[in-house]
């Protein structure tokens, strides 16, 4: 029996005794958007960073936002709180409401709000130092990946077919140039300097990628917002994602190729080590 607590609209309830109706648009059609936030040492990890980005989100499907910012974090606080890990993923899912089965909006709807926390499984030093594979696909996706909507099939289908010949994601490619992985952001690093894909609509503005892009230039690492091609992808010195739970991930096989010696890089690795030393920061932070 799952003990873990959820919240669902405006109650904190044990998972096992949370329902929401059939008639619900985020089951019935996809129709909503979600945020997934780490908390390190029971502190939330970029708040209101993932605040802004869920209320983008919300406001690119007009979805009215369902709870004021002191709302948010107030509720927030209280599921982490309700666990025992220090270490936790919040799962915030909004969909649009309960409403007869209609493509068009329905008026007077009263949006669904649903969050819950899992313990925080992370990219830990093992598996950083192996590395993971990775496969090239085309991205077939829609064209507002910048919204972080429920509506996954796509990207579902993508990380599959990665799984099916061995890899662990597929890094995307639309019109010849690379956009993300199906569940994750790339950066590569090709004569010591850092590339990722700029934000646009063809990519999830990562609050991890961002991150990552702050803390190069805060170390003087040089770091660049730059579209790339699939052939300087293959040529790469390295290449790694990141997410909320891959944090830093090098990729060492690409397709049927090694990337460099098969190995982590150097870069990567300050990167990781940066990054490792930055989360140690937000637990040691009392508020």
């Known amino acids: 029996m799952n003990n873990s607590i959820v919240y669902l609209n405006g109650e904190f309830m044990p998972i096992d005794e949370a329902k929401v109706s059939v008639l619900d648009r985020g089951f019935l059609f996809g129709d909503g958007v979600y945020e997934v936030i780490p908390v390190y040492g029971k502190q939330i990890f970029r708040l209101d960073e993932h605040l802004d980005r869920l209320a983008n989100s919300l406001a690119a499907v007009r979805i009215p936002n369902p709870c004021s910012e002191s709302a948010w974090k107030k509720n927030l606080s209280q599921i982490v709180k309700k666990h025992d890990v220090q270490d936790q993923s919040i799962y915030v899912q909004v969909s649009r409401g309960v409403a007869p089965r209609d493509h068009v909006f329905p008026d007077k709807i009263t949006p669904t709000v649903f969050m819950m926390s899992n313990p925080l499984q992370v990219t830990d030093l093992n598996t950083f130092n192996k590395g993971v594979k990775a496969i090239t696909l085309d991205d077939i996706r829609w064209q507002y990946c910048n919204i972080k909507a429920i509506t996954l099939l796509p990207n579902i289908l993508l990380k599959q077919t990665a799984k099916d010949e061995g890899a662990l994601e597929a ?117």
């Open 171 to 287: 890094i995307l490619v639309r019109d010849g140039e690379v956009t993300e992985g199906s569940a994750s952001n790339i950066f590569i690093v090709i004569d010591g300097i850092i590339k990722t894909p700029p934000k646009s609509s063809r990519l999830l503005p990562g609050i991890t990628r961002d991150l990552i892009v702050e803390l190069a230039t805060k170390n003087n690492i040089n770091c660049i917002e730059s579209n790339f091609s699939r052939t300087e992808l293959s040529a790469a010195d390295e290449i790694w994602l990141t997410s909320s739970t891959k944090e830093v991930l090098p990729i060492v096989q690409l397709n049927d190729e090694v990337i460099a010696d098969g190995k982590p890089g150097p870069i990567s690795r300050n990167m990781y080590e940066i990054f490792q030393a930055y989360k140690t920061e937000i637990k040691q932070h009392k508020d």
